[in-house]
């Protein structure tokens, strides 16, 4: 059974810089996509980043493109979010999810496979 856990949300002023992560287990991920995605109150579920297997490909929303980067160590089955310069349209649920068995990265979220639990965000003004 796939899981996945994701860490490192918080509070954080305008302009703060935060690291997320997400711990994948029960599978291998040699061929699979990650991705971030949030949710923020009131307003649908949006692709944030996400990346491929060997990390040789990205691909970012417009909004977080410049601020955020995405990465991820296969030997620790982990993915991580850096997020700079953070604003008070960043707050929202931030959760990782797998794409199984691709090496297209896709930004609709009902195509990928497992999702985590999610870890807040929240940026004030």
């Known amino acids: 059974q796939v899981q996945l856990v994701e860490s490192g949300g918080g509070l954080v002023q305008a302009g703060g810089s935060l690291r997320l992560s997400c711990v994948a287990s029960g599978g291998t991920f040699d061929s699979d996509v990650m991705g971030w995605f949030r949710q923020a109150p009131g307003k649908e579920r949006e692709f944030v980043a996400a990346i491929n297997w060997s990390g040789g490909s990205t691909r970012y929303a417009n909004s977080v493109a410049g601020r955020f980067s995405i990465s991820r160590d296969n030997a620790k089955n982990t993915m991580y979010l850096q997020m700079y310069n953070l604003k008070p349209e960043d707050t929202a649920v931030y959760y990782c999810?797998?794409?199984?068995?691709?090496?297209?990265?896709?930004?609709?979220?009902?195509?990928?496979?497992?999702w985590g639990q999610g870890t807040q965000v929240t940026v004030s003004s």
């Open positions: 999810a797998v794409h199984r068995r691709t090496f297209v990265i896709h930004t609709a979220g009902s195509l990928y496979d497992y």
